[in-house]
């Protein structure tokens, strides 16, 4: 059940601020009110949902420190991944994700750009041939999702990874990790410092 609401979350159905209703969501499940509890406080330890006394459930907003220190793991998760050599696998799910990304830009749809590059990061980390640092990037990457949702233009904020992404693929299968992984670098300073910026006026 957890897993089926940080999906959600990641995929951007659920938003920042969003009271979320056990009777609702448990009959849409299908799952008992208890069940749905148990996923909600794992979900508040994964600092993605906040329990408010006598007010119920809600989406997280996470605040600058969280966005600056998700980046220090991405750093290290992924930084750790470009240095690998690729499964087939997990460079054809890399592959499509900026695939549809890049479909997705063509039709204007924000949204399912960030979800594609969700997907592709989530990919990338699974260079690691790690079960336990998947997990730990799923959790990451859906409390990132939340923060997405701070960016007044999402184009402004996508766009650019498009073709970073595209760019990062090319230098993963040449075989280059030091460029690939200098280059990673790079690229999170640039997305961290495009949050950083979106959230400064609440700061």
């Given at each position: ?172 299968e040449s075989g280059e990790p030091d460029r690939a992984a200098a280059y990673l670098d790079d690229y999170l300073d640039h997305a961290e410092r495009l949050l950083i910026r979106a959230y400064e006026p609440n700061r």
């Amino acid at each position: 059940m957890a897993d089926i609401l940080r999906d959600r979350i990641s995929e951007g159905f659920f938003q920042p601020g969003q009271r979320l209703s056990e009777e609702s969501i448990s009959e849409a499940l299908g799952v008992s009110r208890n069940t749905l509890r148990e996923a909600f406080r794992l979900l508040g330890h994964e600092r993605l949902l906040d329990h408010r006394l006598n007010r119920g459930v809600f989406v997280r907003l996470p605040s600058v420190e969280d966005v600056l220190d998700l980046y220090r793991v991405r750093r290290v998760l992924e930084g750790a991944a470009v240095r690998r050599a690729p499964a087939g696998e997990a460079l054809t799910v890399i592959k499509e994700a900026v695939a549809d990304a890049e479909r997705a830009a063509a039709q204007d749809d924000w949204q399912r750009v960030g979800t594609a590059n969700i997907r592709f990061h989530q990919a990338l980390v699974s260079f690691n041939d790690s079960p336990r640092i998947d997990e730990a990037m799923r959790q990451l990457l859906a409390e990132l999702r939340l923060v997405f949702h701070v960016m007044e233009n999402p184009r402004a904020f996508h766009e650019p990874f498009v073709d970073r992404n595209r760019t990062l693929v090319g230098l993963i299968e040449s075989g280059e990790p030091d460029r690939a992984a200098a280059y990673l670098d790079d690229y999170l300073d640039h997305a961290e410092r495009l949050l950083i910026r979106a959230y400064e006026p609440n700061r």
